[in-house]
């Protein structure tokens, strides 16, 4: 079966079409899957492995757009990028790319998938060094959206929500590489899955042709793709805040600032509630027609919004557990799973809701933007160009080599030049060698959360999250109620990270100032419970965690 069953999409009926590959790429793919063996690694999960067993066996027979998906899989199970099936796919994706222009290999509509799950693999392999592919693919999919915002077939005008789904995910992803995608797009695309929800909050295949039925696989995308679009709009209003003639930042906050969003993110909101509410009482992965053509495609449409809402729980469900138990269950004999569309397909979607593989790319999104000098805005650009270089047409920080108390000095220091670059080679240390590179420095970063430049708070809450130890979690409880939401989304992360609790305490991603002290609430009282196990009978003695560290305002210097 092809992508998504191509043919006819996702939700409709499916009709064969060829699968003609060129001998050269078969060839090609059959040889280095032979070259050198298997390099993939055990996971934590054996399901996984045998999965990405079977989908080793399953490329050289692939168009492009599945063979994408198969490469996006293996990615997300930490298959390492050397491994000969990795390179297999990204050679036989090379081919869509003659004298450096995208070239789909399918038509009639198929072209959009098949681009969008293309950038997605790009992305995830080295964006930096793909960027020229990654701006192709991305104008290809602006160059295909309907004037109602949707993406369709060529035969159709009203837009439809599996093809949309797909190509705001490749723009998505696209754009986080660094491609350039226009805020109007992100926009119309928000307007369109508003316009075509059910009154019950559920979406159809398509909204136009009565009959069909809402799904949980089609509610997902339509929830999923709102999250999305809210999240680079919100982007694109933080550029247009905080744009510099000087410098650019290497992040996908959109290139025109002149372009003013027409959508309230309270409609957006209002939509995503509906369809959470849906997908809350709808949700099930027993036989039923209400979860779509494949219930494994449905799937990671949830892990998608799981991880784009920051939400452990559907209503009381746990969709992970619930999710990788039916998973773990109908794996067969041969490391598959089966439903329409195919078994490399619904193998694919189930690697992916195993491994997270949305949450995954959130991650790599933080850290790309904590480290690619946009958190010092206030500090500017720095007056020796020696420290910068350019990529893709963008100014980039080089990381700063040597001692982390370098790169510290150069931090807490107002007057000195070069923070980009201590902030990326301050990461890029912690990419390399982890948590213990940043636990001496505990107590720096503490101060850090009391500094007027919202970017350094953001650093030090960054820094404190990933120290591994508990006694972060006071002053990140008290960043939590601070006046920039970076910050408070920043400590909200690390919170989640020391706890080891998925969904976490709050706040949610826009809150008030009183959500936000509420939360600090929250994380105190959860902390009250486990610190004396911390303590290991040291001190009786409990510090209020929030008095720690709440940052000020930018126009104060005073520890809250």
């Known amino acids: 079966?092809?992508?998504?069953?191509?043919?006819?999409?996702?939700?409709?009926?499916?009709?064969?079409?060829?699968?003609?590959?060129?001998?050269?790429?078969?060839?090609?793919?059959?040889?280095?899957?032979?070259?050198?063996?298997?390099?993939?690694?055990?996971?934590?999960?054996?399901?996984?492995?045998?999965?990405?067993?079977?989908?080793?066996?399953?490329?050289?027979?692939?168009?492009?757009?599945?063979?994408?998906?198969?490469?996006?899989?293996?990615?997300?199970?930490?298959?390492?990028?050397?491994?000969?099936?990795?390179?297999?796919?990204?050679?036989?994706?090379?081919?869509?790319?003659?004298?450096?222009?995208?070239?789909?290999?399918?038509?009639?509509?198929?072209?959009?998938?098949?681009?969008?799950?293309?950038?997605?693999?790009?992305?995830?392999?080295?964006?930096?060094?793909?960027?020229?592919?990654?701006?192709?693919?991305?104008?290809?999919?602006?160059?295909?959206?309907k004037a109602n915002g949707s993406w369709d077939y060529p035969s159709r005008t009203n837009g439809d929500t599996s093809i949309s789904q797909y190509a705001v995910l490749g723009l998505w992803e696209a754009e986080n590489g660094g491609a350039r995608v226009p805020a109007s797009v992100w926009d119309r695309a928000a307007q369109w899955f508003m316009s075509t929800q059910g009154a019950s909050g559920a979406w159809r295949y398509h909204s136009d042709e009565a009959g069909q039925p809402e799904t949980i696989s089609m509610t997902a995308a339509g929830v999923g793709s709102l999250l999305i679009c809210k999240r680079q709009l919100a982007q694109y209003r933080l550029a247009k805040t905080q744009q510099s003639s000087l410098l650019i930042p290497l992040t996908p906050e959109g290139t025109d600032t002149r372009y003013e969003v027409k959508t309230p993110f309270n409609r957006i909101d209002q939509s995503i509630g509906?369809?959470?509410?849906?997908?809350?009482?709808?949700?099930?992965?027993?036989?039923?027609?209400?979860?779509?053509?494949?219930?494994?495609?449905?799937?990671?449409?949830?892990?998608?919004?799981?991880?784009?809402?920051?939400?452990?729980?559907?209503?009381?469900?746990?969709?992970?557990?619930?999710?990788?138990?039916?998973?773990?269950?109908?794996?067969?004999?041969?490391?598959?799973?089966?439903?329409?569309?195919?078994?490399?397909?619904?193998?694919?979607?189930?690697?992916l809701f195993l491994s997270r593989s949305t949450a995954k790319t959130l991650r790599r999104i933080e850290v790309k933007r904590l480290g690619a000098g946009t958190l010092l805005g206030g500090r500017g650009l720095p007056t020796d160009l020696s420290s910068m270089t350019v990529a893709g047409g963008r100014v980039v920080s080089r990381p700063m080599n040597g001692a982390v108390e370098g790169m510290l000095a150069v931090l807490e220091d107002p007057r000195a030049q070069f923070a980009e670059s201590a902030l990326s080679g301050l990461v890029t240390r912690y990419e390399t060698e982890g948590p213990a590179v940043l636990r001496p420095h505990k107590e720096r970063f503490r101060k850090l959360l009391a500094s007027p430049d919202q970017g350094l708070r953001r650093a030090a809450a960054w820094a404190l999250g990933r120290t591994g130890d508990l006694d972060a979690v006071p002053p990140l409880i008290g960043a939590l109620t601070d006046p920039d939401d970076e910050v408070v989304a920043t400590a909200r992360l690390g919170l989640q990270l020391l706890s080891r609790k998925i969904d976490g305490l709050g706040p949610p991603s826009t809150s008030t100032p009183a959500q936000r002290q509420e939360a600090a609430?929250?994380?105190?009282?959860?902390?009250?419970?486990?610190?004396?196990?911390?303590?290991?009978?040291?001190?009786?003695?409990?510090?209020?965690?929030?008095?720690t560290s709440a940052a000020p305002g930018p126009a104060s210097k005073e520890p809250r």
């Open 521 to 547: 609430s929250r994380w105190k009282a959860w902390y009250e419970t486990i610190r004396p196990l911390e303590l290991n009978g040291q001190s009786d003695e409990k510090p209020d965690p929030t008095a």
């Open 274 to 351: 509906g369809g959470m509410n849906w997908l809350s009482s709808s949700f099930t992965t027993s036989p039923n027609p209400i979860v779509g053509p494949s219930i494994f495609y449905g799937l990671y449409g949830i892990e998608r919004i799981g991880a784009l809402a920051d939400k452990s729980t559907l209503g009381r469900i746990d969709w992970y557990e619930r999710g990788r138990a039916f998973i773990h269950s109908s794996q067969t004999a041969h490391g598959a799973w089966s439903s329409a569309h195919g078994e490399p397909m619904n193998t694919v979607w189930a690697i």
């Open 1 to 145: 079966m092809v992508l998504f069953a191509l043919a006819k999409a996702v939700e409709g009926e499916v009709t064969p079409m060829s699968r003609m590959v060129p001998i050269s790429i078969c060839i090609l793919a059959t040889a280095l899957m032979t070259v050198g063996g298997s390099n993939v690694r055990a996971s934590d999960d054996p399901a996984i492995d045998r999965g990405l067993t079977y989908l080793r066996q399953h490329i050289s027979d692939q168009q492009a757009g599945e063979t994408a998906l198969i490469a996006l899989a293996f990615l997300k199970g930490d298959v390492p990028l050397s491994d000969p099936a990795v390179t297999a796919c990204f050679a036989k994706l090379r081919q869509r790319f003659p004298s450096s222009i995208y070239t789909p290999e399918r038509s009639n509509g198929h072209e959009v998938y098949e681009a969008a799950v293309i950038a997605m693999a790009l992305a995830n392999l080295d964006a930096e060094t793909r960027r020229s592919d990654l701006n192709q693919v991305a104008q290809f999919l602006i160059g295909r959206q």
